[in-house]
């Protein structure tokens, strides 16, 4: 069973789903699991590690699957000699997310790679395609992590509509399932882009117990704001903010976010210990809206077979929900 998608083409592989590249938790062994299950693997090159980057890409020099590696724009831009190390691994594609994906286009296009760009709305949807972008990423607000304020139903077939075929868009931001597969495909996308669901996953390098938080979380277990930046010392520029599971640390400072300014010095402490002991109570738990539909910590390639599956049965209407076909 496959879903065959302008996306899947492009790509070279069996299912639309891809793996979002999470900061350094999506590491060597999640992309290449996703990949190898018929998926696309997108490496979280994130900020910018060197020694991290040249210990995780060295992992994927031996396989056959095709993979993505994913950087903060803004981020790479200061440490632009990053992206010779992503382009030796020879990945498939490379995922610019958050900037002007321009001055990292030549060369990334130039070594063979194709150059995918995440986007939270039109303008930055035209940037991107300026750029040479091959495959759009439409990222709603309901996306853990870092992004914008349209949502997914809103940002996917806004784009779609500029693209108008040229590249393919596949959408993220609340998408757990198959359901959220199809749902996506019938606005026009050709894959999703999944992060907190891959998130909770055996080959992630997250901490176990953010993996049962995502788990235990329910619907509207997660805030978008500028908290757990600010906490960590890390103001990102406009438009973008972080979603994370509300904890005692944000339900301390929601409303109260000029006063946590003000006290930037003694809460960053707080939080760098309670980040490196693994007090989720104050640390963040980068997730999404997604958790309510996340009840398992499967290995990635069930993941992928789970969507791929759900969505074929819906698309066919042979199901209408999350519970297992009959047929």
Request: hydrophobic share 45%; charged share 15%.
């Given at each position: 069973m496959s879903i065959s998608t302008p996306l899947t083409a492009l790509l070279g592989i069996t299912h639309p789903v891809l793996s979002a590249p999470m900061d350094v938790i999506a590491g060597a062994r999640l992309t290449a699991a996703v990949s190898a299950a018929g998926g696309f693997g997108i490496l979280g090159g994130g900020?910018?590690?060197k020694a991290w980057l040249e210990q995780e890409t060295a992992k994927l020099k031996g396989i056959s699957?095709?993979?993505?590696i994913g950087f903060i724009t803004w981020s790479l831009a200061k440490r632009p000699e990053l992206m010779d190390i992503a382009l030796?691994?020879?990945?498939r594609a490379i995922m610019?997310?958050?900037?002007?994906?321009?001055?990292?286009?030549t060369k990334i296009k130039s070594s063979g790679a194709l150059l995918i760009c995440q986007v939270q709305d039109e303008g930055m949807a035209l940037m991107a395609l300026d750029a040479g972008a091959d495959l759009l990423i439409a990222q709603g607000s309901e996306?853990?992590?870092h992004g914008a304020s349209r949502t997914t139903i809103d940002i996917v077939p806004a784009i779609v509509d500029l693209v108008a075929g040229r590249v393919p868009v596949a959408a993220a931001g609340g998408i757990g399932d198959g359901?959220?597969?199809?749902?996506?495909?019938?606005?026009?996308?050709?894959?999703?882009?999944?992060?907190?669901?891959?998130?909770?996953?055996?080959?992630?390098d997250g901490a176990d117990e953010a993996k049962k938080r995502i788990c235990n979380a329910t619907s509207g277990s997660s805030i978008r704001s500028i908290i757990f930046d600010i906490s960590?010392?890390?103001v990102w520029p406009a438009p973008f903010n972080g979603r994370c599971l509300i904890n005692d640390h944000a339900r301390r400072w929601i409303g109260r976010e000029v006063e946590l300014m003000?006290?930037?010095?003694?809460?960053?402490?707080?939080?760098?210990?309670?980040?490196?002991?693994?007090?989720y109570d104050v640390a963040a738990v980068i997730a999404g809206e997604a958790v309510g539909l996340i009840h398992d910590i499967p290995p990635a390639a069930v993941i992928v077979d789970r969507i791929a599956t759900e969505a074929d049965q819906i698309l066919a209407g042979r199901r209408n929900s999350s519970a297992p076909s009959r047929a």
């Open positions: 900020y910018g590690d699957a095709p993979f993505g030796a691994a020879r990945p610019l997310s958050f900037g002007d994906p321009k001055p990292f286009a996306a853990g992590g359901r959220g597969l199809a749902a996506m495909m019938m606005l026009g996308a050709s894959g999703v882009l999944l992060g907190t669901r891959f998130y909770a996953s055996q080959e992630c960590r010392n890390n003000q006290n930037v010095s003694a809460v960053a402490a707080e939080y760098a210990a309670a980040r490196a002991a693994g007090n």
